[in-house]
């Protein structure tokens, strides 16, 4: 995504924010979300910039950017779905310094290392997802992608075990990978 292009996507999702909000289906709060997910959690988003916005491509709830150290979270209007989801993004932002690797892989770093550490970084927020939305009680609403391999990951692991389960079965990991490549390449032009 481009320079100007990313401003644009977070001045809309400003505007969003700052525009009156409707009574009806309100999503749950951020501090709802935040309630369920413990400390550790609240601490990372203490260190984010954390915006609400319907801005994402469809069925993306949530996405971090290492470069702005902004959070964009999607307003779903299921409190155990939105805590989850801000599970996985919080995981990443609890990892990837600001202006971390996925943004400026390092020196010598080439596209096939990149697109594994990528992964190997989408795997771990996803067990996240899963496991937080499992604890919460809400895995089998998980959107498409998540919700079929719930059960293949959660009987591997934890751990190694359980990000390859999630890397073999999940039917967006090729699509992650693809993608990343795709990046790589736009950041070394
Ligand atoms: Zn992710």
């Known amino acids: ?27 749950p709060s951020l501090d709802q979300a935040l309630s369920l997910l413990g400390p550790d959690y609240a601490a990372a988003a203490g260190r984010t910039d954390i915006v609400f916005t319907r801005n994402l491509p469809y069925g993306v709830f949530g996405t971090y950017r290492p470069d702005f150290g902004v959070l964009l979270l999607f307003p779903i209007d299921d409190g155990c779905i939105l805590a989850s989801a801000l ?7 609890r990892r990837l310094p600001r202006g971390g690797w996925t943004e400026a892989p390092p020196p010598g770093m080439d596209a096939d290392a990149y697109a594994e550490a990528a ?5 771990v927020a996803h067990v996240v997802q899963i496991e937080t939305a499992a604890r919460l009680g809400c895995a089998d609403r998980l959107p498409p992608g998540l919700a079929e391999i719930v059960r293949p990951v959660l009987a591997a692991g934890p751990g190694e075990a359980r990000l390859r389960a999630w890397t073999e079965s999940s039917p967006t990991a090729a699509g992650y990978r693809a993608g990343f490549r795709k990046r790589f390449a736009a950041l070394h032009r």
């Open 1 to 27: 995504m481009r320079p100007a292009f990313r401003l644009a996507a977070l001045l809309s999702a400003a505007a969003m924010l700052l525009a009156p909000s409707a009574s009806a289906g309100q999503p």
């Open 87 to 93: 599970a996985h993004e919080l995981t990443h932002a």
């Open 119 to 123: 992964l190997r970084e989408e795997a």
